[in-house]
């Protein structure tokens, strides 16, 4: 295996973990440093972005890898270091994750401030922001499929490591709401991508964007409202001073309102009950291999199955439109000015065109309950079992449920009431499950003790009460 080889299979964000194969080209950019200017006392290294398609699984592949070149070995890197070769153009260069190194990020810093075209790279930039060039770049730990670069406290830097061409939805949504000033966002203000070549459309690299300051994440908010509750025995959620449920129902009002914008901003359409007949299809064909999978999914099958035919039950025509696609907890930051939903790029095994296909608002919302629940039991599987806080864990999952579904459905232009209608309760209540259904999925393959979390949601959600109890938390 060659040493970039061995750098992509390492690496958090490759997809193909554990699978054999091969680098089948690598397409070399445009040399990036030339766009900036050296610093004193450091050697500057040549910077340039490689797109490296692989090849596993009969499927291929094509990776974003910035890389750093220098001459001599460069300590400050040692765990960034990709490869140490002879290059043709270069001579002997140890090369390093440019993503790591803050002399190579200012290249892409520059280059957006003067929204600069070089040869096959385009650095696109939106007015209204003056960025902040003095600044040194911090890449950030905690992302599986991308990687993003902070600089300093002004921007934000996404680097998109899948990448195949189109328009990214991140990139796209991001610019419709900035352009409308939509307060539930963070602002971009720029982006890059790579000339596509023989008529090919370009392929989108690299977004920037504004950096939230004050942002906590919605994830983390909620885990300590639910620690909050545990820690005080005889309380009830509403008791409790880290109730979260106000929060909750401030993220259903911005979770309407950019649903709202994106019907404003993107084509929306009304579709019958052919198409739902096809929905409820492909849930039930979703269930049969994930039965295969979790065999303890078996038991709810049959009650799953008539959740997923009241699809063919609604009778008004439903809407479909642009929708975040991957909405959960992770997915919003709470700043002093309000909730922001971030990371529209969507499930990011589908396809761009999967994850730009309109969809219904209702997957949103139910992958935001989804996500209560989650952050309830994940707690509970931290603490000493018990009947009790297996009670107080679902008391807390329904009153932030309620008060996130109460906040949209105030604030909705497709609310009719204070309560979804019967139509729209049947496809929230199909959504819910199926991905529920996805969850248990997800965890047997990756986080087993976690399994226990979808199918107990699962074994409410179908009224079975007697298997419920036979699932406590583990």
Do not use: C
């Amino acid at each position: 295996m060659s040493q970039l080889e061995h750098f992509i299979g390492s690496a958090r964000w490759f997809a193909g973990k554990g699978h054999d194969f091969t680098i089948t080209r690598v397409r070399r950019l445009a040399w990036l440093d030339a766009l900036g200017s050296e610093t004193p006392g450091v050697e500057t290294p040549r910077v340039r972005i490689e797109l490296v398609s692989v090849r596993y699984d009969e499927a291929t592949e094509t990776y974003q890898v910035p890389l750093a070149y220098y001459r001599e070995q460069q300590p400050r890197l040692d765990h960034a270091l990709v490869m140490e070769s002879d290059d043709p153009e270069l001579g002997r260069v140890f090369v390093y994750d440019a993503m790591h190194d803050r002399y190579a990020t200012a290249f892409w810093l520059a280059a957006f401030d003067q929204s600069q075209k070089r040869e096959d790279l385009v650095f696109h930039r939106l007015p209204g922001h003056e960025l902040d060039l003095e600044v040194h770049s911090t890449l950030y730990s905690g992302e599986q499929s991308n990687s993003s670069v902070m600089f300093g406290e002004d921007s934000l830097m996404k680097v998109f490591r899948k990448v195949t061409p189109g328009r990214n939805p991140d990139i796209e949504v991001h610019e419709e709401l900035t352009r409308e000033d939509n307060e539930h966002v963070a602002s971009l203000y720029g982006w890059l991508e790579a000339l596509g070549g023989d008529g090919k459309a370009p392929i989108q690299l690299a977004m920037l964007s504004q950096f939230l300051r004050t942002a906590s994440d919605g994830w983390g908010l909620a885990l300590a409202s639910v620690r909050d509750l545990f820690a005080e025995a005889d309380l009830h959620a509403d008791e409790v001073g880290g109730d979260f449920a106000a929060e909750s129902h401030r993220l259903g009002v911005a979770t309407a309102h950019v649903h709202d914008a994106l019907t404003d901003r993107f084509p929306s359409q009304r579709v019958g009950p052919r198409e739902l007949a096809a929905l409820s299809e492909a849930m039930h064909e979703r269930l049969d291999d994930a039965v295969a999978v979790v065999p303890g999914l078996a038991t709810h099958a049959d009650a799953l199955r008539e959740i997923f035919e009241g699809l063919r039950e609604v009778t008004e025509p439903t809407v479909v439109q642009r929708v975040h696609g991957d909405l959960h907890l992770g997915q919003t930051l709470r700043t002093v000015k309000g909730w922001k939903l971030v990371d529209f790029e969507g499930e990011p095994a589908n396809s761009l065109a999967q994850r730009a296909r309109p969809d219904s608002a209702w997957r949103d919302v139910a992958g935001m309950l989804r996500s209560f629940d989650y952050a309830a039991h994940a707690v509970e599987a931290d603490v000493e079992e018990g009947a009790q806080i297996a009670y107080r864990a679902d008391e807390w999952v329904e009153r932030n449920q309620s008060a996130f579904l109460d906040g949209y459905l105030e604030t909705s232009g497709r609310a009719q009431g204070a309560a979804p209608t019967s139509d729209q309760q049947l496809l929230l209540s199909a959504y819910v499950a199926d991905k529920a259904v996805y969850e248990t999925v997800y965890e047997t393959r990756n986080r087993p003790d976690w399994a226990f979390i979808p199918l107990y949601s699962i074994a409410r959600l179908t009224d079975d009460t007697a298997s419920a109890d036979e699932t406590p938390p583990s």
